[in-house]
């Protein structure tokens, strides 16, 4: 069983082949392939953390789609001063499918 620890956005993934994961948007190339960057990776029994041996590895993924998280709302009120203020946020994310760990 093989796994890897990917960095993505501010987060870490735990992905194999195959995991679809959602990430904040990333650029791909003209392919529609990314490459992401492994924090751990895990081949069995062995299981690698050094940086200089995880330059080596590359995880890639091509893009699925593009899509937007839902929506939150922030909301600020202070108390006896008329103060208000309503403003809204959603994410720009990506959908990526792993497909190969070297």
């Known amino acids: 069983m093989v796994y890897a620890v990917v960095r993505a956005?501010?987060?870490?993934?735990?992905?194999?082949?195959?995991?679809?994961?959602?990430?904040d948007r990333i650029?791909?190339?003209?392919?529609?392939?990314?490459?992401?960057?492994a924090v751990l990776l895990v081949d069995g029994d062995k299981i690698t953390s050094d940086a200089k041996a995880?330059?080596?590895v590359t995880v890639t993924a091509e893009v699925l789609n593009?899509?937007?998280?839902?929506?939150?709302?922030?909301?600020?009120?202070?108390n006896k001063t008329g103060y208000k203020k309503r403003q809204g946020h959603r994410q720009?994310?990506?959908r990526v499918k792993v497909t190969g760990i070297k």
Request: aromatic fraction near 2%; avoid cysteine.
């Open 27 to 37: 650029k791909a190339d003209k392919d529609g392939n990314v490459t992401l960057a």
């Open 54 to 56: 995880l330059e080596k």
């Open 9 to 23: 956005g501010g987060r870490q993934e735990k992905v194999e082949v195959g995991t679809i994961v959602t990430m």
């Open 92 to 94: 720009d994310l990506t």
């Open 66 to 78: 593009d899509l937007r998280g839902p929506k939150i709302v922030i909301q600020k009120f202070k």
